[in-house]
């Protein structure tokens, strides 16, 4: 039986609007890499092959200096902070009503990101959703992201969930799901509201893929014993 049920924001359970491509492109700008060119193509590329991995891990792995990777990754912060300072921020449809289902059904409900924490915080923060999960939880002091199974592996321990078979976990790319395979999820599923498509899911391994996250609360709550 579930007992955890982790998911990614940007992309599964918030709408990206293109709001990491946009970002990014500040980011790009800060750590000197052409406005246009094959450079920049291939940056852009880089970014939409890793969405779902810590933000600061990708431009360390773009950029030359360890400098330049913070430089980026600041700017990129910045850009999406006032992005949704602007109001671009807004739940995929159904998102807080299927986290509610959850938790109503006793499955605790773990909310991720590869998002710094601060940056986690103001996206919760503009949902008006500080209190919609059990846990919140970003990239940081002895917890990698993704694809590091990190982050569903603390999750299960701080919520006192009994072992990684009774964890299915929610994600738009194929990072999400190499992360929850790395973990050993039960469920590892992939939903179409973000970066990657159906084929590009299951060949990474995904058990399942779904329409959106409403859609994974449905297939959680089917396995649930009915009373």
Known sequence: ???????????????????????????ATAAGIP??????????????????????????????????????????????????????????????????????????????????????EKLLAALGWQSIADLVLAPGAGVRGRPYPDLILTALMRLGVDGVDQVAALGDT?????SALRAGCSIVAGTLTGAHDEKQLYDAGATHVVPTVSDFADLILDTRPKD
Request: net charge negative.
């Open 174 to 178: 194929t990072s999400d799901v190499e």
């Open 35 to 120: 406005a246009d060119g094959p450079d920049r193509e291939h940056a852009r590329q880089y970014v939409l092959d890793t969405m779902g991995q810590s933000k600061i891990e990708v431009f360390r792995n773009l950029c030359g200096t360890e400098e330049l990777a913070r430089q980026a990754n600041a700017a990129f912060e910045s850009a999406y902070a006032a992005a949704v300072d602007e109001g671009h921020a807004s739940p995929v449809d159904g998102a807080a009503e299927a986290i509610g289902r959850l938790r109503d059904a006793g499955v605790k409900v773990a909310l991720t990101t590869g998002f710094s924490g601060a940056t986690q």
């Open 1 to 27: 039986m579930i007992q955890l049920a982790v998911l990614d924001m940007a992309g599964t359970t918030v709408a990206d609007d293109g709001l990491v491509i946009s970002s990014f492109e500040a980011a």
